[in-house]
């Protein structure tokens, strides 16, 4: 008999064993549907979204789509869009990988005028990567390729796997982004993505600034950073910059697969990671492996020199020499325009004419590059430009003065002619060769909403002038002076260490580096009186009595001591000169006084950076000569001065041959030197390092057309290559540095 309490107890159990089981069952269910969301999530993607379909959009129209994530909320979908909806997290917050969205082919507009007129949209699904390979996992986004100058599409085999030799923009959630770093264990990616973040928050100089290698890379690595810059797009901002980029294969850096522009940025509402990466071929890089046998050799014996010769190449390049421009990529930067959203709107600059600018003293303040970074100028006072009203210009150029011609063209366009300028060696640092340079490459100008000046470059950069007031004007009348020629007293950059006034006692001028008298064979003179700056006329006849026309000076008030007003009424009243033995002048005026000048140098020509002839065509430079100035190294016993030295013959691991034409070098005393290049010309310094070593720094040269087949370019680099060098029965070679080649010249004829 059984039991009832015993079959009650049984039912009981068997019935609690089946409502556990259900709940388990639940419980079950339940776990794998969040799981679900939860995976949805992370990769991005609404558990509604198809992928969708590759398309083909026209630069300068929105993109039409069949599907619309992001559109307008309706009754039934009260959620606001996330363009719509409040951006609270700040630039560098990192959102929760749950609300995490990529970024729909809609939402994303981009005018990449003539570098692609086309640019193709594809969401990309993600992929975990192989590690066996490098290839990093790369998580869900939005892929835009372009169409090339030939219609061709470019780096649309392999979405997963990003080619640095093709040009892409990819647009990347950042939550999700970091979910895979961390998931992977990849913590050099997410210690690159936190240190991008910092970066562009705070966003120091560009040109100390560290770049991350872009987290999406993997294992690669940034051989060099070059010409760093910020750029915002249209609902975000980031850091555009050159790099050569490698992986476990290294290779020289060519043009077949090497230079490359990487931009990464950020979304101001912090949920998306940009990155644009664009091959750039340069002018100075070999075509291709087979073209960098040199390359490749320096490259396996000094790797670190390697890489630091090409980013001064890089740093250095101009304009031109890049392609395309790195202009016209930030342009295209800046296109970007995600949620609708454009870039901030650049300073807008108001046309003028060179008219606009006459009769004012500008002092230079900030200088541009052509891809938009901005360096300032930190002693503008040192640094003036004056255009009178008789077409002629003034200039100060840090410790040398000097001046020329300009025009205007119809269009408001500007031109500086090359002219006079003493060629002092100013101080280590000084910027006064990068200064005459921008002037000469002046294009355009302008003025800015403060009233400042900007004066367009040739390679797409500006600098940037203040007004300092007016200037005293007067007109001048020249003529040439061959008395003054004949007695050595023109062409001459003189110092004026004070004067001794009508009863003998002497005035000592504290800085006589302030006080700078130029005497130019075609009658006219710079001046220099402490801070301001001018010239004018002068006459000088065979009896000896010199006169200075009316003085044209800017009308700077400068400091408490200053003797700029002694200064230039002594040139007023002067009315006799002689020259002495040893190259100083002594004037005299009418009423007693009397200074000798010490005589600093000679006068050269201001052909720094110039490009060819306002006609177009190439104009014939003159042989530049260096003035030693007060601070110059005392003359010394060099081997190799005295001599002007023709380049004759080259010889590399590639290349053996002779060289004719115009290819001479003059090496001063002084650690000066001067150099002729083709229908170019230049200077610098130069030392000789115990018995053997040569150092060549050639900074300033004239950048006009030479014709077809010329070395002018070659020589100057070569030149600023040089090792070693030897005189062996008269001849000099010099020794290019990690075997880069050897060069022979001989004594000019």
């Not at 100057?716 to 010099?734: D, K, Q, S, W």
């Amino acid at each position: 008999m059984t039991n009832y309490s015993d079959s009650r107890g049984r039912d009981m159990r068997v019935i609690l064993a089946w409502i556990v089981l259900a709940l388990q069952i639940t419980g079950l269910l339940w776990l794998l549907l969040f799981g679900r969301d939860q995976l949805a999530a992370l990769t991005g993607q609404d558990s509604e979204r198809t992928p969708e379909a590759a398309q083909i959009v026209a630069a300068t129209s929105v993109p039409t789509v069949t599907e619309t994530p992001h559109a307008n909320p309706t009754p039934e979908d009260p959620t606001p869009a996330p363009a719509e909806a409040e951006a609270t997290a700040p630039p560098t917050a990192v959102p929760d990988t749950a609300t995490a969205t990529t970024i729909g082919p809609e939402e994303v507009l981009i005018e990449s005028s003539a570098v692609a007129p086309e640019w193709l949209a594809t969401l990309v699904e993600g992929s975990p990567g192989d590690a066996a390979a490098g290839r990093p996992a790369m998580p869900p986004h939005l892929l835009l390729t372009f169409v090339g100058p030939e219609g061709e599409i470019a780096g649309t085999t392999a979405p997963d796997n990003i080619d640095l030799n093709r040009p892409q923009v990819r647009i990347i959630p950042i939550a999700t982004l970091l979910a895979l770093l961390e998931q992977n264990g990849d913590q050099a990616g997410q210690q690159a993505l936190q240190e991008l973040l910092t970066l562009l928050n705070e966003q120091p100089d560009a040109d100390e600034a560290a770049v991350p290698v872009p987290p999406v890379l993997g294992r690669a690595a940034q051989n060099f950073v070059s010409r760093t810059a910020y750029t915002p797009f249209g609902g975000g901002s980031g850091v555009g910059y050159l790099t050569n980029i490698t992986g476990e294969d290294v290779l020289p850096v060519t043009n077949e697969s090497g230079l490359t522009y990487v931009y990464q940025g950020v979304t101001d509402d912090g949920e998306q990671y940009v990155f644009m990466a664009w091959p750039v071929d340069a002018a100075f890089l070999p075509a291709g492996p087979d073209d960098a046998v040199y390359e490749t050799e320096m490259l396996t014996t000094d790797r670190s020199n390697y890489y630091e010769a090409v980013r001064e190449q890089v740093d250095t390049a101009a304009e031109l020499d890049l392609t395309p421009s790195l202009l016209a990529l930030h342009e295209m930067v800046r296109s970007l325009s995600i949620d609708g959203l454009t870039a901030p709107v650049e300073d807008e600059l108001l046309p003028a004419t060179a008219f606009d600018a006459v009769g004012y003293n500008w002092h230079w303040t900030t200088a541009t590059d052509a891809a938009g970074t901005e360096t300032v100028v930190e002693n503008p006072q040192d640094f003036s430009l004056v255009l009178w009203p008789d077409g002629t210009y003034s200039i100060k150029a840090d410790c040398n003065v000097g001046g020329g011609v300009y025009t205007y063209e119809a269009n408001g366009g500007i031109r500086l002619a090359p002219g006079p300028l003493s060629l002092a060696l100013c101080p280590d640092g000084s910027r006064d060769a990068e200064f005459v340079s921008s002037l000469l490459a002046a294009r355009t100008i302008a003025f800015d909403e403060s009233g400042d000046m900007v004066l367009g470059l040739e390679d797409g950069g500006s600098v940037t002038f203040a007004n300092l007031g007016t200037v005293e004007s007067s007109a001048v009348e020249s003529a040439d002076q061959p008395a003054a020629a004949g007695a050595g007293l023109a062409g001459v950059v003189l110092q004026w260490p004070g004067y001794t006034n009508a009863t003998g006692a002497t005035v000592t001028v504290d800085n006589p580096e302030d006080y700078i008298l130029t005497l130019l064979p075609d009658g006219t003179f710079n001046v220099v009186a402490d801070c301001n700056v001018g010239g004018g006329a002068y006459t000088f006849s065979d009896d000896g009595v010199l006169q200075f026309g009316p003085l044209r000076l800017t009308k700077m008030a400068c400091l408490d001591g200053s003797r700029g007003s002694e200064f230039v009424n002594f040139l007023e009243g002067v009315s006799g000169a002689a020259v002495d033995p040893d190259g100083g002048v002594t004037m005299t005026s009418s009423d007693g006084r009397s200074a000798t000048f010490v005589k600093l140098g000679d006068v050269g020509t201001s052909n720094v950076g110039t490009s060819a002839a306002t006609s177009g065509e190439a104009a014939a430079q003159p042989t530049p000569t260096v003035a030693p100035t007060a601070e110059s190294a005392p003359a010394t016993t060099s081997p190799l001065a005295d001599t002007v030295w023709q380049w004759t013959h080259f010889r590399d691991m590639k290349q053996d041959f002779d060289v004719t034409g115009a290819y001479t070098i003059a090496f001063n005393h002084d650690g000066t030197a001067a150099v002729v290049a083709d229908c170019n010309s230049g200077s610098g310094t130069y030392q000789i390092i115990g018995d053997a070593g040569l150092n060549i720094s050639i900074l300033a040269v004239t950048a006009a057309a030479c014709p077809t087949g010329s070395h002018s370019q070659t020589f100057i680099e070569n030149l600023n290559f040089a090792g070693l060098f030897f005189i062996n029965g008269g001849v000099l070679t010099i020794e290019l540095m990690a075997d880069g080649g050897t060069m022979t010249l001989a004594p000019l004829q």
